[in-house]
């Protein structure tokens, strides 16, 4: 009869564990999946219709910008052959109210030359006049069309003053510009393009760079590793118009000191700062072979714009790496506006959309 008890023990224990490995998990998941539901249908019955603005700035947890991603998702780079730009030949001008700020600026460059100081440089410029998209017929790549307009750097700073009070009492803002339509803006008032890169190392270092104290616009801010705008007498040879590639690889000569056969070069987005009514053309840069190490050597050698940055700082290429950066207490509130949506876009394009939101969603979060 103990024989018999033991067996039946035994029979018993493993019939237990066949039930658990066959039934105690599913059911386990099966409730799950019940109470989940259930938490979801509980919360939608306090859910009203909610409704908000087809376009928004970038933003990722406590860093808010006012970069708009206008085309470009990170993934998949605009080709150059699929990127138009058209040049028109009247020089725009600003409206009568704001003829006067212009005449302040050149007096005040005037008074710095007076008194042996250095002028403020009245390069010439181009004004984005309007930028349009489509898709080619066949495989639905984007078509970028951007159509430019001359004009001059003493108008961009003039331009820069939108909240800067009018006869009237408007402002440049509250007058030309409507909150709901985002691209939509007079060319006057947009006298910025510029390209913007993301340089990462042979050994996986993603290059960010200060501003200068020196410089006019947003000095000390944190930005892009290469900032670079257009100008109208050094990128259009002759009447040709602007080439965005070319221009991003001048800004790498000029400002890392950096040969075309040096790296790869991918378009990854356009993007607006509406704050501002900056355009970007947001690149990213692979070095071939030069580490952080040789490229910090080759700078001390001699860099053509070296005033224009007063740090660079070196940050692992990491999802996890680079998010923690941007989010540091002493950088968050730190960043040009257009540098946070160009390194985001940069991780995207090197990891894929679906590990960089991953892992921005588990730091956020911990916040």
């Not at 790496?321 to 506006?337: C, F, G, N, T």
Request: proline share 7%; charged share 25%.
């Amino acid at each position: 009869m103990a024989g018999i008890d033991v067996a039946n023990g035994v029979v018993g224990a493993v019939i237990g564990m066949l039930f658990a490995v066959l039934f105690q998990q599913p059911l386990q998941d099966a409730w799950y999946r019940l109470r989940k539901r259930s938490t979801r249908a509980l919360r939608s019955l306090g859910r009203r219709e909610e409704s908000g603005p087809a376009w928004r700035t970038f933003s990722l947890g406590p860093l808010q910008t006012s970069a708009l991603i206008v085309e470009g998702d990170g993934e998949s780079p605009i080709p150059p052959e699929t990127v138009y730009v058209h040049v028109r030949d009247d020089e725009i001008e600003l409206p009568p109210d704001m003829r006067s700020w212009r005449g302040e600026i050149a007096a005040e460059s005037e008074q710095l030359r007076a008194e042996g100081r250095t002028p403020l440089w009245n390069g010439p410029r181009y004004a984005v006049e309007a930028f349009d998209i489509s898709r080619t017929a066949l495989d639905e790549r984007p078509e970028v069309h951007l159509r430019l307009r001359p004009t001059d750097y003493y108008t961009f700073l003039a331009a820069q003053q939108l909240d800067r009070r009018l006869p009237d009492g408007m402002t440049p803002r509250s007058r030309y510009l409507d909150p709901d339509r985002p691209l939509e803006a007079p060319a006057f008032l947009q006298c910025s393009f510029a390209v913007n890169i993301a340089v990462v190392t042979a050994d996986d270092m993603l290059v960010v760079s200060q501003r200068s104290d020196r410089v006019r616009m947003a000095p000390g801010v944190w930005n892009s590793s290469v900032n670079e705008g257009l100008s109208r007498h050094i990128d259009s040879s002759g009447r040709s118009a602007p080439d965005l590639h070319a221009v991003a690889r001048r800004g790498m000569r000029e400002e890392l000191s950096l040969e075309p056969h040096e790296y790869s070069l991918d378009l990854l987005a356009f993007v607006l700062d509406i704050g501002k009514r900056h355009w970007s053309g947001h690149f990213y840069a692979k070095l071939k072979d030069l580490s952080s190490a040789d490229l910090q050597a080759r700078m001390s050698r001699g860099v053509a714009d070296r005033w224009e940055h007063q740090t660079i700082d070196y940050v692992p290429f990491r999802p996890a790496a680079v998010v923690k950066y941007m989010l540091r207490d002493d950088r968050v509130h730190r960043w040009a506006p257009l540098a946070p949506a160009l390194f985001h876009l940069s991780l995207v394009h090197a990891y894929s959309r679906t590990l960089v939101e991953r892992v921005e969603a588990q730091l956020t979060r911990r916040l």
